[in-house]
């Protein structure tokens, strides 16, 4: 059986960081890109940063110089680094893991960054 869990999520003071980790089980990690997305109440699921199997990273232009995603394949994980948060990065963050046709979702993590 497959499975992402998110965890790391949290409230937060602008300003301030975070670091969200997806572990996965069931899959040959090492093999599938990952992407982490966000939504927002009342908005679609936003693509936010992605790392492919081979290490290679992006970013939605809000985040850029501010998040970091990165893997560990040792440990199956999938790391998002986020700092300087904003009020507009509250949103339910959900790891995604995708090869060809294969996709599998995480149950999501809340971040509310608020003072």
């Known amino acids: 059986q497959v499975q992402l869990v998110e965890s790391g999520g949290g409230l937060v003071q602008p300003g301030g960081s975070l670091r969200l980790s997806c572990a996965a089980s069931?899959?040959?990690?090492?093999?599938?890109?990952i992407m982490w997305y966000r939504q927002a109440p009342g908005k679609q699921r936003e693509l936010v940063a992605f790392?492919?199997?081979?290490?290679?990273?992006n970013y939605v232009d809000s985040v850029k110089g501010r998040f970091a995603i990165s893997r560990d394949n040792a440990k199956n994980t999938v790391y998002l680094q986020m700092n300087s948060l904003k009020p507009e990065d509250t949103a339910v963050y959900y790891c995604?893991?995708?090869?060809?046709?294969?996709?599998?979702w995480g149950q999501g993590t809340q971040v509310t960054v608020s003072s």
């Open positions: 069931g899959i040959s990690f090492e093999i599938y890109d």
């Open positions: 790392i492919s199997r081979g290490g290679s990273t």
């Open positions: 995604n893991a995708k090869l060809l046709t294969r996709q599998y």
